[in-house]
């Protein structure tokens, strides 16, 4: 995940370079896969549409990286986070002024809410 500043200086937010799915401290540890819609609250929280790990990734603007959604099975489920609800191929996050987000979860043609806790 590249931050590129008003500026044009461009940077790695989160992301070794490295295909593949692991939760971690930003450029260092942290890995996805197809990576694909980004949208960032008020707080400076990144969400991340991982589309190729079928999740929805956060990364707190000390750049940890957690999986906020998604159990890593494609597939469409509700639930509890990353414990029970599924995507397939999620493509677009979008985040409300209430915490709220919203995922495009193409696969499944369907339009996602993820309610903050």
């Known amino acids: 995940i590249r931050k590129i500043t008003p500026q044009g200086s461009v940077s790695t937010l989160a992301g070794t370079g490295e295909m593949g799915y692991r939760d971690g ?7 996805f896969r197809n ?8 707080e400076g929280n990144v969400f991340v549409a991982d589309a190729g790990d079928h999740r929805i990734r956060k990364i707190t603007p000390q750049g940890s990286v ?11 489920r509700d639930g ?19 915490g709220n987000v919203f995922v495009a979860d193409a696969g499944d043609h369907r339009i996602r809410k993820i309610t903050p806790q």
Do not use: I, K
């Open 25 to 31: 401290e930003g450029s260092v540890v942290a890995q």
């Open 80 to 98: 509890e986070g990353s414990v029970v609800a599924q995507f397939r191929n999620p493509c677009g996050v979008a985040v409300d002024g209430e």
């Open 66 to 76: 957690s999986t906020l959604a998604g159990t890593g099975e494609m597939g469409y």
């Open 35 to 42: 990576p694909c819609g980004v949208a960032v609250d008020g």
